[in-house]
């Protein structure tokens, strides 16, 4: 596993589901492609074979963590997304 970065945000606005909680559960940089127009710049890690990145557990602990202080904070969650870096992968 490699190390911990920011695994779930928000929740963010969304035009099409409102307010949603993301999870981005794919290491920064990392693709099975290496566009020239992708917003996220050039791939340093190129992976085709699938691959777990962090463990569901570990997640999951944070999807909970997060849910917990949008309720404290008295925000909304409409839909939880998964949104990874490495979009194709």
Known sequence: MQKIKTLVFGPVP?????????????????CSYSCVYCQLGKTNHMLV???AFY??????MQVKRKINEAKLRGERI?????VPDGEPT
């Not at 463990?55 to 999951?60: D, S």
Request: overall charge positive; cysteine-free.
């Open 49 to 51: 074979n699938r691959k």
């Open 14 to 30: 969304s035009r099409r589901l409102g307010k949603s909680l993301g999870i981005n559960n794919v290491l920064p940089k990392t």
């Open 55 to 60: 463990k569901p557990e570990h997640i999951l």
């Open 78 to 82: 409409d839909y939880i997304t998964f």
